[in-house]
T-cell receptor, first 114, second 115 residues
């Protein structure tokens, strides 16, 4: 069974803090993704990575950065958290190739920025 | 660019009744289509996907979806729902290019089963 784990289920931070969200997958997937999920907006892609040290911007990268130093781990960084970054953050991973491949999701991290 | 529209944000249905969740997409090129389900306090999991071939696709938990190219739709159906089907359902589209891994999601439909 593919497993995607996220470091925290719930996180509360203060405005201006630096926040790290960690994601680990155990299936040797090449691709990893970070989404944020907001009511009425569905899932929006923040960043994705198709290989170690490689990254590409998604649809809403502003205010975020990412790091992928190892194949199994993909980190989302909020350099200076703001209240409008309060959201559910979902990590996903998949194999590369034909585009058929299913994305497997972690359970999510609900981040509140006060 | 491709887009996905899920017109119904909430759908209440009585237990054992049939349900249809609507999804329409927009794209100028060929696409792959997916339905994902999110149970309360969980991540998303794949229900079914359409890649090519037969337009009727069967998925897990008794769900099926039909691809209609002329209407650019991929509606999800189940003939008889159960309380355990209460969840949020997301339609997603991916451009059918080799190496393209990006999914575009709809805004989701919250299915509530009434006992």
């Amino acid at each position: 069974d593919v497993k995607v784990t996220q470091s925290s289920r719930y996180l509360v931070k203060r405005t201006g803090e630096k926040v790290f969200l960690e994601c680990v997958q155990d299936m040797d997937h090449e691709n990893m993704f970070w989404y944020r999920q907001d009511p009425g907006l569905g899932l929006r892609l923040i960043y994705f990575s198709y290989d170690v040290k490689m990254k590409e911007k998604g649809d809403i990268p502003e205010g975020y950065s990412v790091s992928r130093e190892k194949k199994e781990r993909f980190s989302l960084i909020l350099e200076s958290a703001s209240t409008n970054q309060t959201s559910m953050y979902l990590c996903a991973s998949s194999f590369s190739g034909s585009g058929h491949n299913e994305q497997f999701f972690g359970p999510g991290t609900r981040l509140t920025v006060l | 660019a491709q887009s996905v529209t899920q017109l119904d944000s909430q759908v209440p249905v009585f237990e054992e009744a049939p349900v249809e969740l609507r999804c329409n997409y927009s794209s100028s090129v060929s696409v792959y289509l997916f339905w994902y389900v999110q149970y309360p306090n969980q991540g998303l999991q794949l229900l079914l996907k359409y890649l090519s071939g037969s337009t009727l696709v069967k998925g897990i938990n008794g769900f099926e979806a039909e691809f209609n190219k002329s209407q650019t739709s991929f509606h999800l159906r189940k003939p008889s729902v159960h309380i355990s089907d209460t969840a949020e359902y997301f339609c997603a589209v991916r451009v059918a290019n080799f190496g393209n891994e990006k999914l575009t999601f709809g805004t989701g439909t919250r299915l509530t089963i009434i006992p």
